[in-house]
């Protein structure tokens, strides 16, 4: 049986992919640019052009497919519920979706699907650290408005959380929340991030306006950004809190903050320039 991974070079959906391929499934990955994805993806994977974002165009990609994992992005919510019919009329029998931090028209289409659902709320990403990336870099600076603590989650864990739920029984109906081991502040992940990398990251405290013009200023509206800036002055305890739903889904236990700045440590340090 073929599973279809949604936004599979993403960070996220790569995961998805590789956990599949490390179980030895058939992994169909939709993707909007197929030669670029051979970079990021195995070479068993099979590579469907396409978005999600346009179902109508999915005919083939949806082709023996009798799984499904959507991650929410944007665009998706006014065209999601077409996805997931089209999927369902094509055979699909078994769907994880990565929700978008709410329960929108994509989650309540995928629960209402009459087939099994398992549905990820997975909490801060720790990706979202790569944000911090240029500042560190550059100037070795974090700047952000708030420091409240997180239970940030490794991307791998979700894919593995998502592997299992579609592969094996048991996980019909569940909704999953996804954490990490740690709750951990900015001002904590920063010095874990400081002693990686081998320098002093100064932590700078700005203001809520500056943060979400910042967020906008990469395309988000006004009420996207005040939305995300908002979690963050106020995080919700499931995100504060860490759950143990990664060791019971997937049986290990999930990832710490230092292991993804092991992986991770390489884009925050400074290229080296020598002379010729």
Do not use: C
């Amino acid at each position: 049986m073929t599973t279809l991974v949604t936004g599979a070079t993403g960070n996220t959906g790569r995961h998805v992919v590789a956990e599949l391929v490390r179980r030895g499934e058939r992994v169909r990955a939709l993707t909007r640019n197929p030669a670029a994805a051979t970079q990021h993806l195995p070479p068993e994977v099979e590579l469907a052009a396409g978005t999600h974002t346009a179902p109508e165009t999915l005919d083939a990609a949806l082709d023996g497919v009798g799984r499904l994992h959507i991650t929410l992005t944007a665009g998706l919510a006014d065209v999601g519920p077409e996805l997931v019919r089209r999927a369902v009329d094509a055979g699909v029998r078994r769907i994880t979706v990565l929700w978008g931090g709410y329960v929108g028209p994509v989650e309540q289409a995928v629960e209402q699907s009459g087939v099994e659902w398992t549905r990820l709320e997975a909490q801060e990403f720790m990706s979202n650290t790569l944000t911090w990336a240029e500042s560190v870099r550059s100037e070795g600076v974090v700047r952000e408005p708030y420091d409240q603590p997180s239970a940030v989650v490794h991307e791998a864990d979700i894919g593995a959380v998502a592997a299992t739920a579609l592969l094996e029984d048991g996980h019909a109906g569940q909704i999953y929340n996804l954490t990490g081991p740690q709750p951990l502040t900015p001002r904590e992940r920063v010095a874990i991030l400081s002693r990686a990398v081998g320098r002093d990251i100064a932590f700078v405290p700005i203001t809520h306006e500056r943060a979400v013009d910042r967020l906008m200023a990469t395309g988000a509206s006004r009420e996207e950004a005040e939305y995300v800036i908002g979690w963050y002055a106020k995080p919700d305890e499931s995100a504060t809190t860490a759950d143990a739903t990664v060791e019971r889904v997937t049986g290990r236990p999930a990832r710490a903050f230092e292991a993804w700045v092991a992986e991770n440590a390489h884009r925050f340090r400074a290229q080296r320039v020598t002379a010729d």
